[in-house]
Nanobody, 122 residues
Framework: QVQVVESGGGLVQTGGSLRLSCAAS????????MGWYRQAPGKQRELVAG???????NYGDSVKGRFTISRDNTKNTTYLQMNNLKPEDTAVYSC????????????????WGQGTQVTVSS
């Protein structure tokens, strides 16, 4: 099995910064893609950022220029550096990993973390 665990959420003032971390562990053969989604109360879940094993990234329009995703393949970990935070960034941020396990390769499966709360005060 695979576990995905996020950390780094919290409360920050407008204009502040936070760094989220997400670590995947278990019987991992490879991770094709890791990413962050967020969901605010009453809103649909939206993609924040994603990164491939080769380092290619993509971002949601609302966070471009403010958030940066990175990845350490040796640690099966991805990071989300969030700068210039705004109240509308308040949401539960969830990490997901597209994992090829040692037992089911070459097929990949999605694994999700439990989510971490980010609250930006005005």
């Amino acid at each position: 099995q695979v576990q995905v665990v996020e950390s780094g959420g919290g409360l920050v003032q407008t204009g502040g910064s936070l760094r989220l971390s997400c670590a995947a562990s278990g019987n991992i053969f490879s991770i094709n893609w890791m990413g962050w989604y967020r969901q605010a109360p009453g809103k649909q879940r939206e993609l924040v950022a994603g990164i491939t094993s080769g380092g290619n990234t993509n971002y949601g329009d609302s966070v471009k220029g403010r958030f940066t995703i990175s990845r350490d393949n040796t640690k099966n970990t991805t990071y989300l550096q969030m700068n210039n935070l705004k109240p509308e960034d308040t949401a539960v941020y969830s990490c997901t990993a597209l994992v090829v396990t040692t037992t089911r390769r070459p097929y990949s499966e999605d694994y999700w973390g439990q989510g971490t709360q980010v609250t930006v005060s005005s």
